[in-house]
């Protein structure tokens, strides 16, 4: 079992809908809680991060965290081409060294 | 917007050849690392740093070296590079003051033939 797991997709959505993708972890002890979204050859890119049990949204982005079920989310509402990318979800599990654990991916298009 | 540069973006070298990958950052972040990532695999983590002269490696097995001499750099070196080295090699960096965010640089794409 991997320590971080995402449905690798693809997730297809329409132009200006809400784009759901979700994250598992295996560590109960797991901090802090990252959202990086990586286009196609580019680097990964930090869009959200969460801490505590529930939701924090930034703009169109909307971040959730159930520690109890072990399971982070990120919401994008009004879904754009150009959101279309791989998400990329991270578990720091050890807060001394940042060593982040990250998931496969999930590939997000967008159709217009 | 994260300050963290590598060089090259784009390598392509024979098999035998000593290959340096740089990594250099103008945050003052403790902590480097870098990770390697294939086409649609997730990230994995081959060398940690938590300051000057303090490197470790990572979770994947690597047949690279690393060096941490001063605070903003941080290379990567392979001795004789193979075709099992082709990969892209992603440097970050974060703070320790911080949240543990990791920031990237752009990557470099390392081709062996």
């Known amino acids: 079992q991997k320590e971080v797991e995402q449905n690798s997709g693809p997730l297809s959505v329409p132009e200006g809908a809400i784009a759901s993708l979700n994250c598992t972890y295996s560590?109960?002890?797991?901090?802090?809680f990252f959202w990086y979204r990586q286009y196609s050859g580019k680097s990964p890119e930090l869009i959200m991060s969460?801490?505590?049990?529930g939701d924090k949204e930034d703009g169109r982005f909307t971040a959730q965290l159930n520690k109890a079920s072990q399971y982070v989310s990120l919401l994008i509402r009004d879904s754009q081409p150009s959101d279309s990318a791989t998400y990329l979800c991270a578990v720091n599990k050890d807060g001394a060294t940042n060593k982040l654990i990250f998931g496969t991916g999930t590939l997000l298009a967008v159709q217009p | 917007e994260a300050d963290i540069y590598q060089t090259p973006r784009y390598l392509v070298i024979g098999t035998g050849k000593k290959i340096t990958l740089e990594c250099s950052q103008t945050?003052?972040?403790?902590?480097m690392y870098w990770y390697q990532q294939d086409p649609g695999m997730e990230l994995h983590l081959i060398h940690y740093s938590y300051g000057v002269n303090s490197t470790e490696k990572g979770d994947l097995s690597s047949e690279s070296t690393v060096s941490r001499i001063r605070t903003e750099h941080f290379p990567l070196t392979l001795e004789s590079a193979r075709p099992s080295h082709t990969s892209q090699y992603l440097c970050?960096?974060?703070?320790?003051?911080?949240?543990?965010?990791?920031?990237f640089g752009e990557g470099s794409r390392l081709t062996v033939l």
């Open positions: 969460i801490y505590s049990n």
């Open positions: 970050a960096s974060s703070d320790s003051r911080g949240a543990g965010e990791l920031f």
């Open positions: 945050m003052g972040h403790d902590k």
């Open positions: 560590d109960r002890g797991s901090q802090s």
